[in-house]
């Protein structure tokens, strides 16, 4: 069956550094991968969505990898902010069908003063 | 700018009866979603709908529930003989084009009692 593993783990850094958060999918070929920010008791919101002919994406302090032979994405947020702290959701997602998102568990980050 | 509102926030009703949860997507948006997050839980699709009718559907959205456009700016959510497990903030969601990024509303709180 599909799966869609993240960092399972809290990620804890210090303001100004990057954080860079995992996306592992298996039994997936997935035509683009799409991240979204989610704060405590809101909605999702989206960040950056990459597609499978894409090896890296960029949007101001954002940076989004792709590689389909690893089966993996990479989310990297460059000089860390507090107000960054939030979890991150990775979504692998087929074109055709409902499109429906299908999401892992997502990585708690935390931006330490 | 546009976004996904949703109502009520928080709407508390006893096991076996049953509620509507309504919300407003973007106008301009033509693919609405519903998805569950039960508390602590990932973010769970619940179904899709397009052009009035449900485009796919997950397990989790059995015979109890039902979706509708009743008119051109409404999409409810409505869950029959409500259960203890039905318990879980309800995301609507919309999309254009469809496998386009979605934009989330703030949810609905439903507890179950």
């Known amino acids: 069956s599909q799966k869609i593993e993240q960092n399972s783990e809290a990620l804890n850094i210090q303001e100004g550094k990057t954080a860079t958060l995992t996306c592992n999918y298996t039994?997936?070929?997935?035509?683009?991968l799409q991240w979204y920010r989610q704060d405590p008791g809101r909605g999702p919101v989206f960040l950056l969505l990459i597609r499978e002919n894409e090896k890296e994406k960029r949007k101001e302090r954002l940076k989004v990898t792709f590689d389909t032979t690893l089966k993996q994405s990479l989310f990297h947020i460059t000089a860390s902010q507090p107000a960054d702290s939030a979890t991150y959701l990775c979504?692998?997602?087929?074109?055709?069908?409902?499109?429906?998102?299908?999401f892992g568990t997502g990585t708690q980050l935390k931006v330490e003063l | 700018e546009p976004e996904v509102t949703q109502t009520p926030s928080h709407q508390v009703t006893q096991m076996g009866q049953e509620v509507i949860l309504r919300c407003v997507p973007i106008?301009?948006?033509?693919?609405f979603y519903w998805y569950r997050q039960i508390l602590g839980q990932k973010v769970e699709f619940l179904v899709s709908f397009y052009n009035n009718e449900i485009s796919e559907k997950s397990e989790i959205f059995d015979d109890r529930f039902s979706v509708e456009r009743p008119d051109g700016s409404n999409f409810t959510l409505k869950i029959r003989s409500t259960k203890l497990e039905d318990s879980a903030m309800y995301f609507c969601?919309?999309?254009?084009?469809?496998?386009?990024?979605?934009?989330f509303g703030p949810g609905t709180r439903l507890t179950v009692t």
């Open positions: 106008s301009n948006h033509l693919y």
């Open positions: 039994n997936y070929s997935p035509a683009y």
């Open positions: 969601a919309s999309s254009e084009p469809a496998g386009a990024e979605q934009y």
């Open positions: 979504a692998p997602t087929f074109t055709g069908g409902g499109n429906k998102l299908t």
